[in-house]
């Protein structure tokens, strides 16, 4: 037995994987559209910040909103937030997007982006809620 580590040898009782939770729709994959803006890793966010605020609220669309401009939004935030806190050396961070929710009132949403390992160890960006985990 390892005595660092007491669950080295138990068995693995159950595992979600990332994979399982974008079929599943608890994540939704932006990767292609985070290629666009500048991404190099797998990005996805949950369905909370999908269906909350990259889904244009009902009546939107009429005034010009939409999934791919809300997203890339979301996207391009990011990618500011992450080139102005380069050198910080953290798993995660917090940025601010504006959303237009109707004409002339806007949004301005806290989102948590995480930076951690994907299904294979792969680097991979989870954009969440700040109450999410």
Not at 38 to 46: E, I, K, L, S
Not at 79 to 91: E, L, Q
Not at 94 to 117: D, I, N, R, S
């Amino acid at each position: 037995m390892n005595k660092g580590n007491p669950f080295e040898d138990a068995p693995v009782i159950f595992s979600y994987t990332r994979a399982q939770a974008i079929e599943d729709g608890v994540l939704v994959d932006l990767t292609a559209w985070a290629k666009e803006t500048g991404f190099r890793v797998p990005v996805a966010c949950t369905a909370a910040v999908w269906n909350g605020y990259v889904v244009p609220p009902q009546g939107a669309v009429s005034f010009g909103q939409s999934e791919r401009g809300r997203g890339h939004d979301l996207l391009w935030m990011l990618y500011v937030a992450i080139k102005a806190s380069r050198n910080a050396k953290r798993d995660q961070i917090l940025y601010q997007v504006l959303f237009q929710k109707a004409p002339g009132k806007m949004e301005e949403v806290t989102l948590k982006a995480h930076f951690g390992p994907g299904d294979d160890g792969e680097p991979v960006v989870t954009i969440m809620l700040r109450n999410e985990d």
